[in-house]
């Protein structure tokens, strides 16, 4: 009687044992869209980081340009002044 029962059990805990298995199948499954997922989302982040990198070297230039040109402005227009040769006659 005890040999019957202890088979009976084992199959029992076999069958749960592989019943759960399909769980865990889904669960991998569910981690492998989670992981393409982040991915994406790595791969748009990456892509708004370079586009803000554009932006910021644009930016620069652009100040860059501006500074250059207000200096030139406030800079003091030197007219050109033009010098006579010394007439020796007056010395």
Do not use: I
């Amino acid at each position: 009687m005890r040999k019957p029962f202890a088979f009976a059990l084992m199959l029992a805990a076999a069958m749960g044992l592989a019943a759960c298995d399909k769980a865990s199948e889904d669960k991998a499954q569910d981690a492998q869209e989670h992981r393409e997922e982040a991915q994406e989302k790595m791969g748009d982040a990456q892509d708004k980081m370079n586009e803000a990198a554009k932006e910021n070297a644009e930016a620069a230039q652009d100040q860059a340009e501006a500074n250059r040109k207000a200096a030139e402005e406030a800079a003091p227009a030197t007219p050109a002044t033009t010098t006579t040769p010394a007439d020796p006659a007056k010395q």
